[in-house]
């Protein structure tokens, strides 16, 4: 099986040559290629290069056109403060609490800020590599968004004042991110990856994910779908527990789960999702890789009877990640067959 096969057999709940392995490597591919990580996120070809090193040398099943989590908000009219070998920062917001959404526009992803570099990277990714290894590409969530154009404190206090004007900023922030994703299969992406940090339950309770996020990923996962997404897979980090029931409803079909969550914890909440996990993403940079080794077969036995698993960091794999302990994920997958 190639890569593309192999998930879309786990999709399915079938059972694959092996258990995919999808290690996070965003940034870290500029660290593998030796490149300077504020020009990799703003040089489509450069990424591109980077991630096309990073499979070479790791050998895993997805590649990633990303760049940071700051595209959206700086093409709808935020100001970003770059650095040299660490992610862009928010330095002044497009939007405030007065501002009426019905008076945006959606950026055009062909034009706007960094949105048209990373369409090339995900064409370069899409013709050198095919449908051989999963071109992933990456939006954020609505509720993620809109503390990206309003400032997080911002964003909670206006939901909290006035939480009509707040979901009518998240519908903002929902057609943005729909014209940026469906953009992405077009230009090659086999889906997009939807990061929402914001909606974690360390940010916001339950049952507001579920009022104000859940109908809003819905709405763009069934978008993403029809544009021809292979899959809809959600992206949040920290300890999910809590609303995991909830995604099957907003159409997720791989769901990433972090370190804090029990695996077995997760398989119950989600019993036909897909479920991509959850190596403590630290332990790239500071444990001994026979403890990546030791914990992925660990993970792999808890998953083996029931399958839908795919193995992973709980989040990002840090930037100045070891090597060896990248290619110990990969490898605990690939020997075991």
């Not at 504020?38 to 489509?44: F, Q, T």
């Not at 760049?67 to 040299?84: I, P, Q």
């Not at 004042?161 to 922030?173: H, I, K, M, T």
């Not at 914890?265 to 500071?286: C, K």
């Amino acid at each position: 099986m190639n890569s593309i096969e192999r998930i879309v057999s786990t999709l399915n709940f079938e059972k694959p040559d092996r258990v995919p392995v999808i290690a996070q490597v965003f940034g870290h591919a500029a660290t593998v290629a030796g490149m300077n990580l504020g020009e990799y996120i703003r040089d489509g070809e450069l990424l591109a290069r980077g991630q096309i090193r990073a499979l070479d040398r790791y050998g895993y099943d997805a590649v990633f056109a990303l760049m940071d989590t700051s595209v959206e908000t700086e093409a709808a009219g935020s100001v970003l403060t770059y650095f040299k070998n660490k992610y862009p920062i928010v330095k002044s917001y497009a939007l405030s609490q007065d501002t009426d959404p019905d008076n945006l526009s959606v950026p055009d992803p062909h034009q706007a800020g960094r949105m048209p570099a990373l369409l090339n990277a995900a064409g370069i990714l899409r013709e050198e590599i095919g449908d051989e290894v999963l071109v992933v590409g990456c939006v954020l969530g609505p509720l993620t968004l809109a503390t990206q154009l309003l400032g997080i404190e911002q964003a909670l206090y206006l939901a909290i004042d006035d939480p009509e004007q707040f979901g009518r900023v998240l519908d903002f922030a929902t057609d943005v991110v729909i014209r940026f994703g469906t953009a992405q299969i077009e230009a090659g992406v086999h889906l997009p990856v939807v990061f929402d940090p914001s909606a974690s339950p360390a940010v916001i309770p339950p049952m507001f994910f579920y009022e104000f996020e859940v109908p809003r990923l819905t709405r763009l996962f069934s978008s993403l779908k029809e544009h021809g997404a292979v899959a809809n897979w959600l992206h949040i980090a920290g300890s999910v527990g809590s609303i995991l029931p909830f995604y099957p409803e907003a159409g997720v079909d791989i769901a990433n789960f972090d370190y804090s969550v029990n695996p077995l914890d997760a398989q119950e909440a989600l019993p036909r999702t897909v479920l991509d996990g959850n190596i403590r993403p630290w332990s790239f940079v500071e444990a001994p890789p026979e403890e990546i080794t030791r914990e992925s077969s660990r993970l792999m036995d808890r998953f083996a009877h029931r399958g839908g698993f795919i193995l992973s960091s709980g989040c990002e794999i840090p930037l100045e990640s070891r090597q060896e302990n990248v290619m110990a994920l990969v490898m605990a997958a690939r020997t075991r067959g």
